[in-house]
């Protein structure tokens, strides 16, 4: 079975402040690892994944993520927050190789204080 | 291309009362999801099926239904609506016929549900 922790269901920073969303990962086969983004009102819209190749993932509008093992964690990051970043995240895990199926967090909303 | 499409958008019920959801993808995807989505409780997998005539559990499956007669069209029923079901529902598709898993899914914009 598998599982995913995200430590903070509201996270609030400056803009131009770092970004830091954390995402822990329950899994008993090598995991594949997602961060999504959900704008108000909207769908998901994939941000990043980790599929056992480069452990520093880097996604779209300057997010990345590093997969690291030993501490079972996938934590989002960005450098410089920008307004527009306001949004709900979510990181998912599944099983990979075709699996497909996979299981969220229970997610973050990200408020940029101007 | 649309990718995947909901319909309806929003929908009121009252308690008892049936309906449908229709998701539809037109990215040639093997693979379709529905999921709710509960404040606080991130997206919980509802049913999925990996092909045409096929379907399957997921983790809160009770009081709903599926079918997938056609690759591209899932479609979600409510039988007799409760206001426990009250919420919002995304459709997701993956997995393109004849390519390679990516285990990425791509999402609906969402119906939101109310059930009085």
């Known amino acids: 079975a598998q599982s995913v922790t995200q430590l903070g269901s509201h996270v609030s920073v400056s803009e131009g402040a770092l970004v830091l969303l954390r995402c822990n990962y329950s899994s008993s086969v090598p995991p594949y690892l997602f961060w999504y983004v959900q704008y108000p009102n909207q769908g998901l819209q994939l941000l990043l994944k980790?599929?056992?190749?480069?452990?520093l993932v880097k996604g779209i509008n300057g997010f990345e993520a590093e997969f690291k093992k030993s501490e079972t964690s996938f934590h989002l990051t960005k450098p410089s927050a920008h307004m527009s970043d306001a949004a709900e995240y979510f990181c998912a895990v599944s099983e990979g190789f075709g699996n497909e199926k996979l299981t969220f967090g229970t997610g973050t909303r990200l408020t940029i204080i101007p | 291309n649309a990718g995947v499409t909901q319909t309806p958008k929003f929908r009121v019920l009252k308690t008892g009362q049936s309906m449908t959801l229709l998701c539809a993808q037109d990215m040639n995807h093997e693979y379709m999801y529905w999921y709710r989505q509960d404040p606080g409780m991130g997206l919980r997998l509802i049913h999925y099926s990996v092909g045409e005539g096929t379907t399957a559990k997921g983790e809160v499956p009770d009081g709903y239904n599926v079918s997938r007669l056609k690759k591209q069209n899932f479609l979600l029923g409510l039988e007799s609506a409760a206001p426990s079901q009250t919420s919002v529902y995304f459709c997701?598709?993956?997995?393109?016929?004849?390519?390679?898993?990516?285990?990425?899914?791509?999402f609906g914009p969402g119906t939101r549900l109310t059930v009085l």
């Open positions: 980790y599929t056992s190749a480069a452990t």
């Open positions: 997701a598709s993956s997995y393109p016929s004849g390519g390679i898993s990516t285990d990425t899914q791509y």
